[in-house]
């Protein structure tokens, strides 16, 4: 059952990663047919990572009450609503509406599944789970490149995700029974869980000091896909095309790494792995850093990703170990929230630098997100406050 239950979650994690990466390649076509300011792409964005931070803050309450199946189904289901809510959009303002749901049903789903591995299974499982909304990332522009290759029209591609978000939401709905008889899912119906507000949280130091960590890698992660390409471009010198194929080397390495995070789970600690993947991040933004050919530029992004694979998944399954079982899903939906908010954040700071100063401060940006995320290292539990997290 608990295997079963396994796979379900990594399916429905991989309707999480679906919509991701779905708009940004629906957009050229969008944009073009309404008449619209490229740049208006931001307010589509902007809303979904405002909705994902705010259910992200109060998801712990809603789970607490409506437990951890439910919250995924129905979230899930959000999401399939929302794709077809684009499907049928023929103007901005339907474009923003449905980004709402879309954003809510995210942040739902990412807390909730998060908490549940990082409290009932291994860290492999955790690493393993982010591959599989690796999955999802490249699914979804896929089928959308098939539509628009095939002059469907990115409708019928937004249409196509929304009939396999349909299927996973199926799938989550018809598992909710399943839940019930896990034991570990009837311990967590069970288990008290203390309220404790947002607030009374970020004054502890070391709910700050783990946000720092989830501000700069996510940083890092998202600043390096979305400008690494105009660096190489710009400030290396290389072709549109080759810097193209070294992005997607750059995100090569972080799909590499979650593997192999997932894989060396089985030796290393959590711990362990976070130290070896930001020693690797070091090296990478030194190289980032030199005056060196643009090959080398190539390689530290690739190594930037490599390094900084590990970092979210096993910060998130240390949470329950480093602040017990009872705080953990508050503390998880903090986390998230910080991590969408650099999400949000950290791209559109780069892109104002780059615009007013340089484009060849991109390494020097990527060293300041990697000293912000080193000044969160990872606090040790308490004595008292260790919970017991099945090995």
Known sequence: MTTI???????????LGIPDSLFGTAWPAIYQEFHLPISYAGFVTCIISGGTIISSLFSAGIIRRFKTARVTAFSTALTAAALFGFSQAHHMAALCLSAVPLGLGAGAIDTALNHYVALHYKAVHMNFLHCFYGIGVSLSPWLMSLMLANSAGWRNGYFAVFLVQSAIAVLSISAIPLWGKVSDAAAEENKPALETGIFDLLKERSVRRVCLVFLGSCAIEYTCGVWGS???VNAKGMS????AKIIAL?????????FLSGVLAYWLHSRQMIRAGQSLMLFAVVLLVLPLPPFAAGAALFFTGLGNAPVFPNMLHLTPEVFGAEKSQSVIGIE????????????????????HLQIRLFPYYICILFALMMCGTVPKPPRHSRSHIPS
């Open 5 to 15: 239950l396994l796979i379900i979650i990594y399916i429905t994690f991989i309707g």
């Open 230 to 232: 105009t660096f190489l």
């Open 240 to 243: 549109v095309d080759a810097a």
């Open 250 to 258: 750059y995100y090569a390495g972080m799909a590499c790494g979650r």
């Open 336 to 355: 998230m929230s910080a991590s969408y908010t650099s999400i949000l954040l950290a791209p559109v700071v780069f892109g104002w630098a780059a615009q």
